[in-house]
């Protein structure tokens, strides 16, 4: 570009004056890195610093800025000047923090930051100031996809914030499974008895505010579009279909109760006395508050037994792995149904763990306990008729002994199946412009990857569970409620707020153009050059938030609103022609070509480290701050995901005579840390392939390494980078130093 | 007695948890068991015990009333507190131990030969003659407890010791003729009286 100016500022105050020649640093920013404008600074964070930077920013038409202090995790108020670019160039963590101070560490120590001011001359000298995004959303409203708890507190509270909702819900009404309840776990203190549901007061609220239309008996036939501007078909029964234009999507469409006939073994299906939890909520409506008759013949029910996890919790074929969460304090609460009634009645719960989470919890089994319900640890093996009635077979696990025992009732706790739709990976995906409805999909999006939500585990939808749990894989589209994991009306309550304050950020974000979490307010991009793309689809396939579509001619299509930002395509692409302005190809594989790589005989090996700035590179600067050190001859460079690391920096890198090479990144697999989902993961793949390069060059493979880093190992990443440091003792340095 | 306990089982058919709750000191904290285990784990005596307290409240609540009321493991615990400062639910549980073993003698459900129970009678019987505790005679009925043979044994084996104590002046063989008693004899009688009536009214009351 040619009203390129890069202005270089270098720091001196926390100790960088003391351990670095920085008249030598500038002299590098000026002769290597061509920075126009070169400027030190005792305490460049200052206000005083700040103002001199702005001032060259404003009167001098400095537009990229680098500055030389520390790391770009630290003082990023100070240093966030609007309209620029800034690189920050890690001299504190990343070098005098990370080294030792000893006179004769001097010469490397300098080495090492003369290499970061080149680093970052040579990022600044090849981005862009990034534009927002071209395509920008336009709708306020949202859509909420599933009537109950869930779905109406979501609507709601999107509503109550003002923003307009398109309430959808398959049945002819609104309250979901809580609707069948007769009555709940009490959300507020004391936690003692039953008491109403919430369903009706929502539905009436509902219905009363302006802001939510309601689609009873309505399907989503089509979801098209990006976050801020989706195209939604609802279709009713009747067989009518209106167009919708939405800004995002909350679905809670919940969970399915385990069906219960595939529990032959625990008398269901084989005695009318034999019921589900479902059924018994039916039972305690009809009996509404009287005494609770039971299936077969309407005799009153005098012993009710409940059996905890059924089919639940289990490795057996057709049952489920998982815990529902909320079988324990429903079969508490079910029990008090009878107990409250008529305290004579018996009731005993059969439990392997019981397990009663949240806030209404232990003082809610306490209160059960109090009003004498029976609880057992026992395992069921079978229940079978008896004369007069059903009769269970248990092993009592505190006593040790078989026990059979007749009742009036017994009542399964069945768990809950999440409705998540197809799942992607099973069903094969849309061929571009092609597509037709699926019955069994919830939303019906025409992405390329799929109809609905990817799945995790379980068939939960996949979110990530500890860090930003309402965020899928695909942008706008926010899941709450039992379809994400498991959970009761409080949770699934919470759960939906959290996900409607997730729904209205994004609303607001798509307006102006920038990323959602976790690149939250990133204006870049992903650019494409068409001409040199050879359909290879790798970017389609690999994103992992399915923000690419395929045109008829199979070339990619970058939904910008729908990216993330995390580089994945740009780090799959085999020809290069996707980047973003400030992160590209170039702008790291300028850094690295740019470090200065010392001639074999001065045996100064140097080692690249790309580090995912998530959760590595904090480990890396938290490492220096805790005063560990590694070896001299390390250079790092954060990259936004492992996902972004495109082989040819590797190769380059090789090329260029480094001598070992280290990659970051975060767990994968089931439980993956990654931001990104699928980043390391790809990483993992691409590097796996990274031997034939090795070969190719004659090298050996213990030259390239790829790491999964927690935040927290602040030992282990330093020695890491040190064991390679070792290893490239013993097999030598690289013979590719030109 | 064995009348009472009959009354008993015919007021209660088969509930034997609201049994406990109504008629064990401290019983209506049974139910509250949560059941960890961790009173079986801190008895100090628990490996000797037939039934821990955990399976003991678990039993009870399984309706296992002549197993529980005849077991001798109730009897076996020494006061020494750690279950009672470790349960997290907060159960009295050394309490709920002495109320049960109390419970059991009542309906005359003890054990045969139960040796702390034994020796508990003895102990009541030698304290409530005179108010204070007849050590000499209480240490030969303990000897004797099981009978003449091993209470010959067992003094001949004590013997030194008791001469020895006899030296120092800690025993006098003219114990053996009365001994010593509190000021007020009868009075102390009365009390027990009073207390006696005190206590039957009160399990008539809730027997009722």
């Not at chain 1, 050190?629 to 040819?648: D, E, F």
């Not at chain 1, 003792?729 to 590719?736: A, N, R, T, V």
Request: aromatic letters at 6%; charged letters at 25%; glycine letters at 10%.
């Amino acid at each position: 570009m040619s009203d390129l100016k890069i202005g270089a500022y270098i720091c001196k105050g926390c100790g960088l004056g003391e351990r670095l020649d920085c008249d030598q640093l500038a002299t590098v920013a000026q002769r290597d890195g061509k920075a126009q404008v070169v400027q030190q600074h005792d305490f460049l964070c200052s206000a005083e610093g700040v103002k001199l930077i702005q001032n060259d920013i404003d009167n001098e038409g400095v537009n990229r800025v680098v500055i030389g202090a520390c790391s770009r995790r630290a003082k990023t108020e100070a240093f966030d000047f609007q309209g620029v670019n800034v690189s920050r160039c890690n001299l504190r963590e990343g070098v005098i923090w990370i080294r030792p101070d000893e006179d004769d560490m001097r010469e490397t120590t300098q080495e090492m930051a003369e290499d970061y001011m080149r680093m970052g001359c040579a990022e600044a000298k090849h981005s862009l100031i990034p534009a927002s995004a071209q395509e920008k959303g336009t709708d306020n409203t949202v859509l909420v996809v599933g009537g109950g708890i869930t779905g109406m507190t979501a609507a709601l509270e999107a509503a109550k914030t003002g923003y307009p909702v398109h309430l959808v819900e398959k049945t002819g009404e609104l309250g979901g499974y809580a609707g069948k309840m007769w009555k709940d776990v009490p959300m507020h203190a004391p936690y003692t008895d039953p008491v109403d549901t919430c369903v009706a007061d929502m539905a009436a609220e509902i219905e009363a505010n302006n802001l939510i239309t309601v689609h009873l008996n309505s399907t989503i036939s089509k979801t098209s579009g990006a976050p801020g501007r989706f195209a939604v078909d609802i279709s009713t029964e009747s067989g009518s279909t209106s167009t919708i234009n939405i800004g995002a999507i909350i679905q809670a469409s919940g969970a399915t109760p385990y069906d219960a006939s595939q529990l032959p073994e625990l008398g269901y299906g084989k005695s009318k006395d034999v019921v589900d939890r479902v059924e018994l909520e039916q039972l305690a409506i009809a009996a509404n508050g009287g005494p609770i008759k039971r299936p077969s013949d309407g005799k009153e029910v005098k012993k009710a037994t409940f059996i905890q996890c059924a089919g639940q919790r289990s490795e057996k074929e057709g049952h489920l792995n998982y815990c529902s969460g909320d079988c324990c304090l429903t079969s508490i609460k079910q029990a008090m149904y009878f107990k409250d009634q008529n305290p004579d009645i018996e009731t005993e719960i059969l439990f392997d763990d019981l397990r009663t989470p949240g806030a209404p919890g232990e003082d809610f089994y306490r209160s059960g306990q109090d009003k004498m319900v029976t609880f057992r640890k026992g395992m069921v093996s079978e229940v079978v008729a008896g004369s007069n009635g059903p009769v269970v077979k248990f092993k009592d696990k505190i006593l040790d002994e078989d026990v059979e025992e007749e009742a009036d009732l017994v009542v399964l706790a069945t768990g809950m199946v999440a409705n998540s739709g197809v799942d992607i990976d099973e069903v094969p995906q849309n061929e571009p412009g092609e597509w037709e409805v699926s019955v069994d999909s919830i939303l019906n999006l025409n992405y390329r990857q799929g109809k609905d939500l990817p799945h995790l585990k379980y068939g939960f939808n996949d979110s990530h569970f500890i860090c930003f749990p309402y965020e899928t894989r695909r942008t706008g589209i926010y899941t709450c409620g039992p379809v994400r994991r498991p959970m009761d009306t409080q949770q699934a309550i919470d759960d939906a707020t959290g996900a409607t304050l997730k729904a209205i950020q994004e609303i607001e974000n798509a307006k102006i153009g920038r990323a959602a979490h976790p690149r939250s307010g990133d204006l870049s991009y992903p650019i494409f050059r068409k001409e040199g793309c050879t359909q290879c689809k790798r970017c389609t396939v690999e994103c992992p938030f399915g923000a690419i579509d395929e045109d008829e001619k199979r070339f990619p299509v970058f939904n910008e609103s729908r990216c993330r930002r995390c580089g994945t395509c740009m780090g799959a692409c085999p020809v290069r022609v996707i980047s973003f302005e400030n992160y590209s190809v170039d702008t790291v594989g300028q850094q690295l070509k740019n470090v200065e790589i010392p001639e074999e005989w001065d045996e100064k090996p140097r080692i690249l480290v790309l580090a995912c700035e998530n959760d590595a590179y904090p480990a890396l600067d938290m490492a220096a701050q805790q005063g560990n050190h590694y070896t001299q001859w390390a250079r790092v460079i954060p990259v936004r995901c492992l996902g972004s690391v495109n082989l040819i920096w590797v190769t380059d890198a090789l090329n260029s005579g480094y001598d070992g090479i280290i990659l970051m990144g975060c767990q994968k697999g089931e439980n993956y840390q990654c931001h990104f989902v699928k980043g390391s993961e790809m990483a993992a793949m691409r590097m796996s392939k990274v031997d034939d390069t090795l070969q190719s060059l004659s090298l050996e493979k213990e030259r390239v390494e790829t790491y999964e880093i927690a935040i927290t190992d602040i030992d282990r990443a330093p020695k890491l980078i040190n064991d390679m440091a070792e290893t490239i003792e013993k097999i030598g340095l690289s013979p590719f130093k030109f | 007695m064995s009348n009472y306990n009959q009354e008993m089982i015919e007021k209660y058919r088969g509930n034997f948890l609201k049994e406990v709750q109504d008629n064990v000191e401290e019983g209506d904290w049974v139910k509250m068991c949560m059941q960890c285990g961790v009173c079986s784990g801190s008895c100090p005596l628990g490996p000797h015990w037939e039934h821990p307290p955990q399976e003991i409240f678990m039993m009870i609540r399984a309706g296992k009333r002549d197993e529980v009321l005849e077991s001798s493991s109730m009897w076996m615990c020494t006061s020494c507190y750690n279950c009672i400062a470790r349960c997290p639910r907060g159960l009295p549980i050394t309490h709920i131990m002495h109320g049960l073993a109390t419970y059991s003698k009542r309906l005359g459900l003890v054990p045969q030969n139960q040796p702390t129970a034994k020796f508990a009678q003895l102990f009541w019987d030698n304290l409530s003659k005179k108010g204070r505790v007849n050590e000499l005679k209480l240490g030969l009925s303990l000897y004797f407890m099981n009978g003449i043979g091993e209470g010959i044994k067992k003094s001949l084996k004590m013997k030194d010791i008791g001469l020895g104590m006899l030296k120092t002046g800690r025993l006098t063989p003219m114990e053996m003729i009365g001994g010593h008693g509190c000021k007020d004899t009868k009075g102390f009688h009365a009390m027990l009286k009073k207390a006696q009536e005190i206590e039957e009214a009160r399990i008539g009351k809730s027997g009722s």
